[in-house]
């Protein structure tokens, strides 16, 4: 039986694009500011060879218009200044870095977010008659609208957004329930397994969007070993705050990114092989094609 045209192909490969896009940012801000801490540091050698130690350094302050003021021009209050001189620009780089990491994490599970919620949307409509979805009662309360339209790939894209809002790691299992994914031997960082690993840097978003990256001690009370160990090494001191927060470094971004793209990897190739739909992925294909160097389970 001839396989099917790839209804994942499309979704799959988005998905890795828009996490080499991230990658990109993230490699040229790091080495802007690897230039950048190269210039502050000659430039402090030259000022204090001129006996001026911890006179070089940059500043900036922020202002507030004032709406109420009935005139022709705007008339401005300054506040906010900040002053970083000498040896303390090198630390303030590096924060930098770690605090646009930070965003990168945020934009990452966002990425996530997406593509599973749109995979399992697919995913539902392929098994159409296979599968009864749950909670369809309460789905179609809450969206009357699409009660219309059941056993459409709208309607089942609305569905996976709609389970995904209320239980994300009922989605996540729903994967692991209806693909071989047994056959996923790779264990992300601190031996953590794909659900777990999702639920960590869902974990690490969430503070880092609701609470500026703080994590309260109860809160990591309730992640297993390797959840702590992982959100630990994401935890550095500030430099304008007396708390820790979740500031990653670059290399633990890296290895966020090879995490996620090579699970998505995995998802595209199970989804494929359930739905008897053709594997249009290259990765780990001998030169001149044939069958890919993968060993299952």
């Not at 828009?18 to 050698?45: C, E, F, P, T």
């Not at 970083?84 to 599970?109: D, H, K, T």
């Not at 599973?116 to 309460?138: N, P």
């Amino acid at each position: 039986m001839a396989l099917k045209s790839n209804v994942f192909t499309v979704e799959h490969e988005a998905f890795l694009e828009s996490l080499a896009d991230l990658g990109h940012y993230q490699m040229l801000i790091a080495w802007q500011l690897r230039l950048a801490k190269d210039s502050v540091g000659r430039s402090l050698k030259v000022v204090e060879k001129q006996g001026h130690k911890d006179m070089y350094g940059a500043a900036n302050g922020m202002s507030i218009i004032n709406i109420f003021h009935d005139g022709k021009l705007d008339i401005r209050a300054p506040y906010g200044k900040r002053v970083s001189e000498g040896e303390r620009l090198l630390p303030m780089a590096e924060e930098m870095e770690r605090r646009f990491n930070s965003f990168l994490l945020v934009w990452v599970f966002e990425k996530v977010e997406q593509h599973l919620q749109a995979l399992y949307g697919k995913l539902l409509y392929q098994l159409r008659d296979e599968v009864t979805v749950s909670d369809k009662q309460d789905f179609h309360r809450r969206h009357p609208k699409w009660s219309k339209q059941e056993r459409t790939p709208h309607y089942f894209d609305a569905y996976a957004a709609f389970c995904w809002k209320r239980d994300d790691k009922k989605v996540i299992a729903a994967f692991e329930k209806h693909l071989a994914w047994k056959r996923v031997t790779y264990l992300a960082y601190h031996e953590m397994p794909w659900r777990e690993y999702i639920e960590t840097i869902a974990f690490c978003r969430h503070r880092i969007v609701h609470n500026d990256g703080r994590v309260s001690a109860p809160s990591m009370n309730k992640l297993s070993k390797g959840q702590k160990a992982y959100v630990q090494e994401c935890l550095h001191d500030s430099l304008y705050s007396k708390h820790k927060h979740i500031l990653p470094t670059t290399k633990h971004i890296d290895g966020l990114f090879e995490a996620v793209a090579s699970y998505g990897w995995a998802l595209y190739v199970l989804l494929s092989e359930r739905c008897g739909m053709e594997d249009e992925s290259e990765f780990f294909r001998p030169e001149g094609g044939g069958k890919r160097k993968v060993k299952p389970g």
